[in-house]
């Protein structure tokens, strides 16, 4: 596997944390956003999010196309939650009305303050979620993604694993526009004739399928590598040593404790509930 993932954060501050400070960070921050259901909390989290994506210096224009795809998709998904859902609301005081501005013409959802304000939950958390989670692919080293997930308890098996997969993606591009490139010197047009995505498809099966048997191949030559070298066999050790320093434990905790004040407000605070705005509920 000669590709690995970009590393487009490298030098930044959260490239110079412990990778596993990442990792667990996206675990309590997740845990504590769907314990969240006041819009204004929400909104803190989100903040939250962003800052410590910056920290990440990610250059906006190498995931502009990530960012948008995420948007459209979770704005379709919101929206079509609503339909499905059919104006039905969770997470309401008990006892509380919906406070409806109209019905979709044919499908006869109700449109209220209450979905409209559970939609923008919805948004504002996944967008969050995503947020702290994308320095996971960018801002950690790929050298140490094994030994990370290795360190925080995962089996040895499981841990290469996720390495080998992670180098594998950006490698069977590399190697499918490689085949591209070689298909269009010898003369092939790889030009659509038609719109239809059978067409499109049609048209690729010469680059996808000695893309996929080049793949294999390579597969079976690190499987051979690995057996040879005794994988499997023994405890494995690891090169990459992890250490956790003050600032680590630190922003470790901080996270911990959000997660703690997210489970305890649930409990002793309404933020487990639905906060409509008062400018949005009819007079």
């Not at 059919?86 to 006869?108: A, C, F, K, T």
């Not at 996929?212 to 499997?232: H, K, P, Q, S």
Request: hydrophobic share 55%.
């Amino acid at each position: 596997m000669n590709f690995a993932p970009r590393y487009l954060g490298r030098g930044s501050w959260l490239a110079q944390r412990d990778p596993r400070v990442l990792v667990l960070a996206v675990v309590c921050f997740v845990f504590a956003a769907i314990q969240v259901w006041d819009v204004r909390l929400m909104l803190v989290l989100l903040a939250l999010a962003f800052a410590w994506y910056r920290s990440a210096r990610i250059p906006f224009r190498e995931v502009r196309r990530l960012w948008l795809f995420a948007i459209v998709f979770i704005s379709l998904l919101v929206f079509g939650n609503g339909i499905i859902a059919s104006g039905r609301v969770q997470r309401l005081p008990d006892g509380w009305e919906q406070h409806i501005y109209l019905y979709l013409p044919l499908l006869g959802s109700p449109i209220s303050a209450e979905n409209v304000t559970f939609a923008i939950t919805q948004f504002l958390r996944f967008m969050s979620m995503i947020a702290i989670g994308m320095p996971l692919a960018f801002a950690i080293d790929p050298e140490v993604l094994g030994v990370t997930f290795a360190r925080l308890g995962v089996p040895s098996r499981f841990a290469f694993a996720i390495d080998l997969t992670w180098r594998f993606i950006p490698s069977f591009a590399a190697d499918f526009r490689t085949t591209l490139d070689a298909q269009r010197v010898r003369g092939m047009d790889f030009a659509p004739r038609s719109r239809g995505p059978v067409a499109r498809l049609r048209r690729q099966v010469p680059v996808i399928v000695p893309t996929v048997v080049n793949a294999i191949a390579g597969a079976e030559d690190t499987i051979d590598a690995m057996d040879l070298r005794g994988f499997g066999t023994g405890p494995r050790t690891w090169l990459r040593e992890l250490r956790l320093d003050r600032t680590d434990r630190a922003v470790l905790a901080g996270f911990v404790l959000l997660l703690v004040g997210a489970t305890v407000a649930g409990f002793a605070t309404s933020s487990s509930y639905l906060w409509i705005p008062p400018f949005m509920i009819p007079g």
